[in-house]
């Protein structure tokens, strides 16, 4: 997501022309968005395999309502807006996310902030990576061009930090992708 996020500017108009230029925005405003939610994506599997259906029935009759009231205000700022009101409403119901998980599993805020380290600064790598390699081109490269060289030297980033911060779990994400790539066990 971080990768789309600063690839939106440059790769929007280039594959869909500039009349697609006013997506970018919302493109990346879904995409932070998606960052939030994949932080917080496995808590509705913790709290129905501690027993607590009924509460994740709430919280999405809540998140729910909450959605409508955010995309009705949202809506008066067009996509933009539905997209900036959906990121927020993410923000704000992300405390109260984890409030409800500390009431089923002993997990500590600063735990929990700790554990993301190692995503967060390989995220920073490729941000990092991305912004020195697509300044360098700048000027002498085309959009598309711009985007892949700043996205491998991104990735390549990402994967050098993850390989020093988190290799172990590095180690299973990359079989995992070769099971997947070999369509499974086989």
């Known amino acids: 997501m971080t990768l789309t996020i600063l690839c939106a500017p440059v790769a929007v ?8 230029a006013p997506a970018v925005v919302p493109l990346q405003l879904l995409a932070a968005m998606t960052i939030q939610y994949l932080i917080f994506s496995i808590s509705g599997p913790v709290v129905l395999a501690v027993g607590h259906a ?18 009705a205000i949202g809506i008066n700022w067009g996509i933009t807006g539905v997209a900036a009101a959906y990121l927020i409403m993410g923000l704000a119901l992300s405390p109260i996310r984890f409030m409800i998980i500390q009431r089923v599993i002993p997990l500590s805020a600063w735990g929990y902030l700790r554990s993301l380290t190692p995503a967060a600064a390989s995220s920073s790598a490729l941000c990092g990576a991305w912004l020195l390699v697509t300044a360098a081109l700048g000027g002498t490269a085309s959009g ?12 390549a980033a990402y994967l050098v930090a993850a390989r020093v911060l988190w290799p172990q779990d590095l180690r299973y994400q990359l079989e995992f992708a070769r099971l997947v790539v070999r369509g499974g066990g086989t």
């Open 13 to 20: 108009p280039a594959v869909f022309g500039e009349a697609w």
């Open 144 to 155: 598309l061009t711009l985007v892949a060289c700043g996205s491998v030297a991104g990735l």
């Open 54 to 71: 009924d509460w994740e029935f709430r919280w999405s009759m809540f998140t729910m309502v909450v959605a409508l009231i955010s995309f």
